[in-house]
């Protein structure tokens, strides 16, 4: 069958477009990677809202061009600094983890509970110092060095400077906490994450002042509101207002190139 010169140029069109969607499907294939890393006030249950409880991860998303950069939200609910590397949820981040990407890390609630109990285990020694105690771990039923927060925040930072990624430290949100009317502020777990991204020259991101500030301006009656269920877990407007707060902190420079993905 002979081909005319119109179908020829259709056929040319049509070739030029699956060339150019393949190159568009490689391009995405090698976006830079943000990795969210964290507890349930980062991402809440499955993260789309179930009971009314959100975390500020669910809207990162939205705020970035996702044709030039993929935002994944790893963060689980009940896991420490500690847990989340033992369930080997660090591990899997770290088998895809490459230069160029990003890892936002957040933790610090649930690291105060107890290291050893049969509920949960998920408690890290307090402080940054290199010390660790060797416990019985009754829920993964092996014996298990537990180390501090400090330590296991600087693994994070470490592993993923040696990925070639770039690693960013949030200090934990606030929790509903209020006495004399302005918010109760962390003298622990925000200190020490802070602390350790001065060891080690880490992008850190205050946002537990930073949201602080922001109740503050509200008061103690606006901001109940956002706490549904209990004084940590923030509902829809609680979660948009911290996200906004993560965004900002982002652009202005405090979290390095991470801006330049921004919408």
Not at 27 to 42: A, E, Q, W
Not at 162 to 186: D, E, K, M, Y
Request: aromatic share 10%.
């Amino acid at each position: 069958m002979k081909i005319s010169f119109t179908q020829n140029k259709l056929i040319l069109v049509a070739v030029a477009a699956i060339v150019l969607m393949s190159s568009f499907v490689i391009f995405k294939d090698n976006r830079p990677v943000l990795y969210i890393v964290g507890d349930s006030t980062v991402k809440n249950g499955d993260g789309n809202g179930r009971d009314t409880l959100w975390g500020w991860g669910s809207f990162m998303k939205s705020h970035f061009d996702t044709t030039k950069l993929d935002v994944q939200n790893h963060a689980i609910g009940g896991r420490s600094s500690r847990t989340f590397i033992t369930d080997k949820r660090w591990d899997r981040i770290l088998s895809t983890l490459k230069k160029g990407d990003y890892v936002i890390i957040q933790f610090g609630h649930n690291d105060a509970s107890p290291l050893d109990d049969t509920a949960r285990a998920r408690g890290t020694l307090k402080g940054i110092q290199d010390d660790s105690v060797e416990i019985y771990n009754p829920i993964r039923k092996v014996k298990e060095v537990v180390h501090s927060y400090g330590w296991y925040l600087r693994k994070y930072i470490n592993e993923a400077k040696q990925a070639g990624a770039i690693p960013i430290i949030c200090s934990p949100v606030p929790r509903n906490n209020f006495t004399n009317g302005l918010t109760n502020r962390s003298t622990d777990y925000a200190v020490w994450a802070k602390q350790v991204c001065d060891q080690t020259q880490t992008y850190f991101l205050d946002i537990h002042n930073l949201i602080a500030d922001q109740y503050d301006k509200l008061g103690e009656k606006n901001v109940n509101v956002f706490f549904p269920k209990d004084h940590t877990h923030t509902n829809l407007e609680g979660a948009l207002l911290n996200t906004q707060v993560v965004i900002d902190a982002i652009q202005q420079n405090k979290a390095g190139s991470l801006k330049n993905y921004l919408n």
